[in-house]
């Protein structure tokens, strides 16, 4: 099993609509999570991190479900510019936070 | 504000060639480095991690090296290229908050080695 991993997608959606990917992980001792945007040929950035309350800015929600070991994103009113690849990273102790292969999202007209 | 930088953007190069990457980051004293590879379609491997000059640890054994000659400066290096170091190279630093330790990645460099 893999420590962190994400559903490819795509994930084709039209504007406006209400999207979530999850993201599971191994490691139950994990402490930080994190939602990155990556967009084509460019590098990661950070998106939100994740609280273990949950945590909201705008459009997006980040959540955290220790029992299940996986965190979400929500993404409402999606737009044009939101058409992306998520990856989702998860740190435990140490120095060594591991990412996901990443979500692809395309959002359609 | 911190800001990182990488060079080169792009390098083509043949195999058995040498390589040297750099990354630098300004704005913030004595930060964790770190270099990444994605290749194509794939999720990022940790190749090389420093939390101090001259502190390195390898995540994965191959025939690339990383040094930390300063501060803020990494550089990712390797005596003689193979097909399958071709990939996105990506330097990343971080900062420790209340969130955990954040991690802010360079612009990366593609290499494609023919």
């Known amino acids: 099993r893999k420590e962190v991993e994400q559903d490819p997608g795509p994930f084709n959606v039209p504007e406006g609509a209400t999207v979530a990917f999850n993201c599971t992980y191994s490691n139950s001792a994990s402490q930080s999570f994190f939602w990155y945007r990556q967009d084509c040929r460019k590098e990661p950035k950070l998106l939100m991190s994740?609280?273990?309350s949950g945590n909201e800015d705008g459009r997006f929600t980040a959540q955290l479900n220790r029992a299940s070991q996986y965190i979400s994103l929500l993404i409402r009113d999606s737009k044009l510019s939101d058409s992306a690849t998520y990856l989702c990273a998860v740190k435990a102790g140490g120095f060594k936070t591991i990412f996901g292969a990443g979500t692809r999202l395309f959002v359609k007209a | 504000s911190q800001t990182i930088h990488q060079w080169p953007a792009t390098l083509v190069q043949p195999v058995g060639s040498p390589l040297s990457l750099e990354c630098t980051v300004e704005?913030?004293?004595?930060?964790?480095l770190y270099w990444y590879r994605q290749a194509a379609g794939r999720g990022l491997q940790l190749l090389f991690y420093?939390?101090?000059?001259?502190?390195i640890s390898s995540e994965v054994p191959q025939n690339l090296s990383a040094s930390r000659p300063q501060d803020r400066q990494f550089i990712l290096s390797s005596k003689k290229l193979l097909l399958s170091d071709s990939g996105f190279y990506l330097c990343?630093?971080?900062?420790?908050?209340?969130?955990?330790?954040?991690?802010?990645f360079g612009p990366g460099t593609r290499l494609l080695v023919l």
């Open positions: 994740v609280y273990s």
């Open positions: 990343a630093w971080s900062v420790t908050s209340g969130s955990g330790e954040t991690q802010y």
């Open positions: 704005g913030t004293s004595n930060p964790n």
């Open positions: 420093s939390v101090g000059i001259g502190q």
